[in-house]
């Protein structure tokens, strides 16, 4: 993987190190508070990886599969509605 862009004289590096050390510390949180048998981070989890899902990944359809009256479980519920 690349680390420099299409633009001159932009480095991604420290951005990609910085991101991955993010998603590091937020997986083993959510590890962590499930170990505990505390959910709450996951239910807001839902929200906050829809739009990164949906950049990263192209997922154009994600949901909350939550917030439709299925439930709460303790995992990352995400759907994705395009049939």
């Known amino acids: ?7 001159p004289g932009v480095n991604l590096q420290k951005p990609l190190v910085r991101t991955s050390s993010l998603m ?3 997986v083993e949180k959510i590890r962590n508070d499930v170990d505990k ?5 996951n239910r807001l ?7 990164i ?5 192209g997922y154009t359809h ?12 303790p995992g990352i519920d995400l759907g994705d509605g395009f049939y």
Do not use: H
């Open 53 to 57: 899902l949906s950049e990263v990944y």
């Open 62 to 73: 994600l949901e909350n599969l939550n917030k439709n009256g299925g439930g709460n479980f």
């Open 1 to 7: 993987m690349s680390t420099s862009s299409n633009l």
């Open 24 to 26: 590091g510390w937020f």
């Open 45 to 51: 989890s839902e929200d906050i990886l829809i739009p």
């Open 37 to 41: 048998g505390l959910f709450e981070i």
